[in-house]
């Protein structure tokens, strides 16, 4: 580290990130242009550290990238985003909610398919078929849409 300056290598260890993901963050203008060695290596100031954990921490709760980019980009020309921030926080807050409330319907529409396949199943002779998935075919359409939709992510 000379001069305090990182290396990318080094500020991806030290953020336990990759090299690659430092350097979207730097194409998509989440983070400044660093210096260049004359061999063209990035070098990065100590606050890109900072940046770097400040960024993972808003994307482990919800936020863009590209939403990040803009807050920071208008935070750095001046502005207060505050506001815009703490909406889109809300809105990801929103989104939250209404996957637990869908993964709350897939687990009680689970239950319910577990105990009636345990019906099934206490009826039938040993070494029949109980045929359970094929019980699946009326109800796929509800229990699909409730079980999948936990798997999009809000934005």
């Known amino acids: ?3 305090g300056l990182l290396r990318i290598g ?5 953020t336990g990130t990759s090299a690659d993901s430092i350097r979207h963050y730097e194409r998509l203008g989440l983070l400044p242009a660093p210096g260049r060695t004359e061999g063209g290596y990035r070098l990065f100031p100590p606050a890109a550290l900072d940046r770097v954990r400040l960024i993972r921490s808003a994307v482990r709760v919800g936020f863009s990238l590209r939403q990040l980019a803009t807050f ?4 750095e020309a001046g502005y207060a985003p505050c506001r815009r921030v703490r909406a889109a926080a809300a809105q990801i807050l929103d989104g939250v909610d209404q996957q637990i409330a869908e993964l709350q319907a897939s687990r009680n529409m689970l239950r319910a398919m577990l105990r009636q396949w345990d019906a099934r199943l206490a009826k039938t002779p040993p070494n029949q078929p109980a045929r359970l998935l094929d019980s699946l075919s009326a109800s796929t ?3 699909a849409r409730a ?3 936990h798997l999009k992510r809000a934005r």
Request: glycine share 6%.
């Open 10 to 14: 080094q500020l991806a260890d030290m």
């Open 141 to 143: 359409p509800r229990v």
């Open 1 to 3: 580290m000379a001069g």
């Open 147 to 149: 079980s999948n939709t």
């Open 72 to 75: 920071l980009q208008q935070r």
